[in-house]
C-alpha cells in the first residue's frame, strides 16, 4: 500500500513552477492571493499540516508553536533568514526547522554593489533630478560623488554574502576589510586580500563604507547603535542588505540629517515595511524595498531547496538544510 502523501502547507505565492513540483510530490495546501496569513491562519495551518513552508513575513514564536499540536514535524522556511521563527521552541516540540542557506548570496552581493554605487556616485539624485525636470546642463561641480577604487570597504559579516560582495568589489579596486565572528581561513583572506579586524569599533571608524550582512540575533540587534555609528567617518556611507534590526535605525537618521555621515543605501528597514518617514525625506539615502534577492533564479533554486529539505525529510532522513539553534 503506497505511503500517505505529506500535508503541506504554503504561506505565500511561489513561482509557478515551484507550486506545481510541490503539488505533484506532496498533497499541498497553496495560497490563492498572495497576502500573509494572519496569526491564526499560521496556527490552523500549523494544527493541520505535516509540513509548514513560511516566508520572512511570517512570524512564528513560541506560543504559536505551543498551540501547533502533534502533527506539524517541519518548518522549511523558504529563505535563509530564520530570525522570525522560534527555533529553539520548534526544536523543543520536536519540531524540524529548515532553511534555503547560499541561493541568494550572488543576488545579494550584486545588488550591495548597486547600492554602494548609488550611493557614492548619488544615482538615486540625478534620478529625481532627471524626473523633475531640474537639470540645466553639465557643470564642472554638479552633482560630484567619490570613486570607489582605492577607498577601504569594511565587510560585517563574512559568511557567503559577505564573502560574495568583497570578490565584487576588488574588481572595483576597494580595499577589503572584515568584522566576523570567526576569523576566516588563511587561505580565503590571501584570495580575497581581505584584512581581518578583530575589533569591530577599529574596523568601523577607518572605513569609507561599511556593508552589513550579518543575520538579526539577540546578539546582532541594534550592533550598529548610536556609540558605534559616531564612530564612522564624517565622508563614510552605510549599507545594509540583511536586516533591519542590525542597525539603531533612529540613530542613524541623525547623523544623516546633522551630515556626521555622508550617506546609506539601505534594502531593509528596522520596523519592516514600516519606513522612518525621515529616511523617505532626505536626499543622501538610497531606499530599495528589501528586493536584494529578488531575482527569478534566485527564487526558483530557493524553492527547490524546500523541495529537497522536505522530500530528504519524507524519506526518512535529516534534511541537507537543518536549522539548529546554535547554529544562530
Known amino acids: 500500500m503506497p505511503k500517505e502523501r505529506l500535508s503541506v502547507v504554503v504561506t505565500r505565492r511561489l513561482p509557478e513552477a515551484v507550486e506545481t513540483r510541490l503539488s505533484e510530490l506532496f498533497n499541498v495546501s497553496l495560497r490563492d492571493d498572495d497576502t500573509p496569513m494572519s496569526r491564526d491562519e499560521l496556527v490552523e495551518a500549523m494544527k493541520t499540516a505535516d509540513v509548514l513552508v513560511p516566508t520572512l513575513s511570517d512570524t512564528i514564536d513560541a506560543p504559536m508553536i505551543t498551540q501547533a ?28 526547522v529548515s532553511n534555503t542557506p547560499g541561493v541568494s548570496a550572488d543576488d545579494t552581493a550584486d545588488m550591495t554593489i548597486a547600492m554602494i554605487i548609488g550611493a557614492t556616485r ?28 582605492g577607498r577601504r570597504l569594511g565587510i560585517l559579516g563574512m559568511g557567503h554574502v559577505g564573502q560574495a560582495v568583497a570578490q565584487r568589489a576588488r574588481a572595483f579596486g576597494m ?6 565572528r570567526r576569523r576566516l581561513h588563511s587561505g ?21 563604507v561599511l556593508t552589513v550582512h550579518c543575520p538579526h540575533t539577540p546578539g546582532t540587534f541594534h550592533l550598529m547603535n548610536a556609540r558605534r555609528l559616531k564612530l564612522l567617518k564624517k565622508d563614510a556611507y552605510l549599507v ?16 544623516l540629517k546633522s551630515g556626521d555621515i555622508a550617506g546609506a543605501a539601505l534594502d531593509v528597514y528596522e520596523g519592516g515595511t514600516e519606513v ?23 527564487r526558483l533554486e530557493m524553492g527547490e531547496k524546500v523541495i529537497i529539505n522536505i522530500k530528504t525529510f519524507d524519506d526518512g532522513h535529516r534534511p541537507p538544510d537543518l536549522v539548529v539553534p546554535s547554529m544562530l
Open 240 to 255: 545594509n542588505t540583511s536586516r533591519g534590526e542590525v542597525i539603531d535605525e533612529n540613530a542613524l537618521v541623525r547623523m
Open 175 to 180: 580595499q577589503i576589510h572584515y568584522h566576523n
Open 122 to 149: 548619488r544615482i538615486p539624485e540625478g534620478l529625481r533630478m532627471m524626473a523633475k525636470g531640474d537639470w540645466s546642463g553639465w557643470a564642472p561641480n554638479a552633482m560630484l560623488g567619490s570613486r570607489m577604487g
Open 276 to 298: 522612518n518617514p525621515d529616511l523617505r525625506r532626505l536626499g543622501n539615502v538610497v531606499l530599495l524595498p528589501h528586493m536584494g534577492s529578488a531575482t527569478v533564479e534566485g
Open 69 to 96: 499540536g502533534g502533527r506539524l514535524k517541519l518548518i522549511a522556511n523558504y529563505g535563509a533568514g530564520v530570525d522570525h521563527i522560534d527555533v529553539e521552541s520548534a526544536r523543543q516540540r520536536g519540531v524540524l
Open 188 to 208: 580565503i583572506e590571501e584570495a580575497l586580500e581581505a584584512t581581518y579586524w578583530e575589533s569591530l569599533d577599529q574596523m568601523v571608524a577607518r572605513m569609507d
